[in-house]
C-alpha cells in the first residue's frame, strides 16, 4: 500500500484518539502516505500530525448531505490514486466519498449498514465492555476479526478492573515554539509569567461540563499560592459564557473563548504550565502535547476516552449513577461534577505549578 485516505471524525478529541491508527499503517506500510479529509474545525489538529502529509479542510456541514459538495471533492480526490480508505465516522454520508472517488479498499466500522459503500467492514464493538477509542480506530489496520494484542490487554485489565490503558502509540503533536511566541504577543500574554489554562467547554453537552463557580473557586486558589501565574480560558464561542461567568467570579481569568482559532489554541496549550479541562477535543489536545493536566469527568468514562499521558491527572468521583453518557444529567443533580470540589483539583495542579517553578 503505497498512500492512503483517512475520513477523518468530526470532533478533535476523537481525531487524536485515531492518530495511533495512523502510526500503525505507517509501522505496517514504511512507504505509505496518508493524507486527511476533516471538518476545517477539526483540520488544525491533523495538520500537527507528522503521520499526516496533506489535509483536505472541508466545509461540508454536520449531519448534511452535500451531495454535490461531495462529488466536486471526490473528483479532485480520484486523481490522486489512492489505494485504500479508512472512514472513521459511522455515518452512511461520511462513506460516500471514498467510494465516488473510486477508492479500491473501503475500509470502516459497519455503523449504518453501508453494504457497497465499504467492502472491508469491521463489526461494530458492543456498547457494553467497550475497548478505548485508540483501539477501537486502531483494530482498522489489521483485517476484521483479527486477534488484537491491545483488545486482549484492554479485556484482561477491565476482568481485573483495572483502568490499565492498552498498549498502544500515544497521540502526539508537533508544536512550534515561535508559533506560540507570536500568539501569546498578540494576547500580551508575558511568556516569562506561568500560565494556567482553563478549558471550561465540552462539545457534548452540560453533564460534561464542571460549574463554573468550582473554576473561579480555583483560580482564587491559583491567585492565592502562586500569585504570579496568569490563567487564560480557551474554547469556542459556545464556551464563551462559561468562561466569562468563571471570569465574573474570578477576575484575574482572562476569558479568551471564541478568541483564538483552533491552531492558537493548541499553541498557547503547547505553552502551559498546567491545563484544567473538562473532558473534551482541548483535554485530548493538551495531553497529545505532554503538558501537564487535571482532567475533569463527570457523566463519562475516563476508561474510555482518557487522556493519553503520563503528565496526566484524571478527577472522577465514580458515583453510582456514573458514567451515565448522558447529554444532561438524568436525574437532575450533576452531583457527579458538583460534589468534585475545586479543593480536590488544586490538589493536583499545585504539584503541577511547583514543579514548573
Known amino acids: 500500500m503505497r498512500r492512503a485516505l483517512v475520513i477523518a471524525p468530526n470532533w478533535i478529541g476523537d481525531a487524536l484518539m485515531a492518530q495511533p491508527l495512523f502510526t500503525l499503517l505507517k509501522k505496517l506500510h514504511p512507504r505509505i ?5 476533516a471538518p476545517s474545525w477539526v483540520a488544525p489538529v491533523l495538520e500537527r500530525m507528522p503521520e499526516i502529509h496533506d489535509v483536505y479542510a472541508t466545509d461540508l456541514a454536520h449531519g448534511k448531505l452535500q451531495l454535490l459538495r461531495r462529488w466536486q471533492l471526490a473528483s479532485d480526490l480520484r486523481d490522486v490514486g489512492y489505494d485504500a480508505a479508512y472512514v472513521l465516522p459511522n455515518s452512511m454520508k461520511s462513506a460516500l466519498l471514498p467510494w465516488m472517488a473510486g477508492i479500491r479498499l473501503r ?29 477501537h480506530y486502531a483494530a482498522l489496520a489489521y483485517a476484521p476479526g483479527a486477534k488484537l494484542p491491545f483488545i486482549d490487554k484492554f479485556a484482561q485489565a477491565h476482568d481485573a478492573q483495572t483502568t490499565d490503558a492498552p498498549l498502544l502509540p500515544v497521540p ?9 511566541a507570536r500568539v501569546s504577543a498578540r494576547f500580551n500574554l508575558d511568556t516569562r509569567a506561568p500560565l494556567v489554562v482553563f478549558c471550561p467547554g465540552a462539545e457534548y453537552g452540560p453533564a460534561k461540563r464542571w460549574p463554573p463557580e468550582h473554576f473561579a473557586s480555583l483560580a482564587q486558589f491559583v491567585a492565592q499560592s502562586f500569585p504570579y501565574a496568569r490563567i487564560v480560558a480557551l474554547g469556542s464561542n459556545k464556551d464563551s459564557a462559561a468562561a466569562q461567568a468563571i471570569a465574573e467570579r474570578a477576575p484575574n481569568v ?12 493548541c499553541a498557547l496549550i503547547a505553552r502551559a504550565s498546567a491545563v484544567v479541562t473538562n473532558d473534551s477535543g482541548l483535554m485530548h489536545v493538551a495531553a497529545a502535547l505532554k503538558r ?12 474510555h476516552t482518557p487522556p493519553l499521558s503520563d503528565l496526566a491527572k484524571v478527577q472522577w468521583l465514580h458515583l453510582e449513577c456514573s458514567p451515565c453518557f448522558a447529554r444532561e444529567c438524568p436525574l437532575g443533580h450533576l452531583n457527579c461534577l458538583r460534589e468534585l470540589s475545586a479543593e480536590q483539583v488544586f490538589a493536583d495542579l499545585r504539584g503541577m505549578l511547583l514543579a514548573h517553578r
Open 33 to 37: 502516505t496518508i493524507d486527511a479529509v
Open 107 to 135: 475500509i470502516g466500522y459497519k455503523g449504518e449498514s453501508r453494504y457497497g459503500l465499504l467492502n472491508v467492514r469491521h463489526a461494530n464493538p458492543p456498547k457494553t465492555d467497550r475497548p478505548p477509542m485508540t483501539a
Open 172 to 180: 502526539r503533536l508537533e508544536s512550534d515554539p515561535n508559533e506560540a
Open 254 to 265: 482572562r476569558n479568551l473563548c471564541g478568541q483564538t482559532s483552533l491552531g492558537e489554541a
Open 292 to 303: 501537564p493536566l487535571v482532567a475533569v469527568y463527570g457523566s463519562t468514562d475516563p476508561r
